[in-house]
């Protein structure tokens, strides 16, 4: 069974940091682009990073300094690590992946999500 699975997420203080981890299974995502989504408490889903198949990175701009996207082929697994987090941080963050890359028509129909960990700020 192709599938992603979460991990790490949980509560933590403002300021402080989080790793989140996705676990792929199935088959290998190695020439697939992975990424990182998140949906807030009465908010729309949103894009936090990506990272392709040749390790180009991309972030939101309101995660851009904070959170680190990294992926391990080896492992099949990917990674967001979180620092400096803020009370609107708080979310679901979901992982996905495509053989194309993110782009505004891509990741309105992305072939793989996982089923999301929740991620709590407390300020």
């Known amino acids: 069974q192709v599938q992603l699975v979460e991990s790490g997420g949980g509560l933590v203080q403002a300021g402080g940091s989080l790793r989140l981890s996705c676990a792929a299974s199935?088959?290998?995502?190695?020439?697939?682009?992975m990424g990182w989504f998140r949906q807030g408490p009465g908010k729309e889903r949103e894009f936090v990073a990506a990272v392709s198949w040749n390790l180009i990175t991309d972030y939101a701009d309101s995660v851009k300094g904070r959170f680190t996207i990294s992926r391990d082929n080896a492992k099949n697994t990917l990674y967001l690590q979180m620092n400096s987090l803020k009370p609107e941080d708080t979310a679901v963050y979901y992982c996905?992946?495509?053989?194309?890359?993110?782009?505004?028509?891509?990741?309105?129909?992305?072939?793989?999500w996982g089923h999301g960990t929740l991620v709590t700020v407390s300020s």
């Open positions: 199935g088959r290998s995502f190695s020439t697939y682009t």
């Open positions: 996905a992946v495509d053989h194309r890359p993110f782009t505004i028509a891509t990741i309105r129909a992305l072939e793989l």
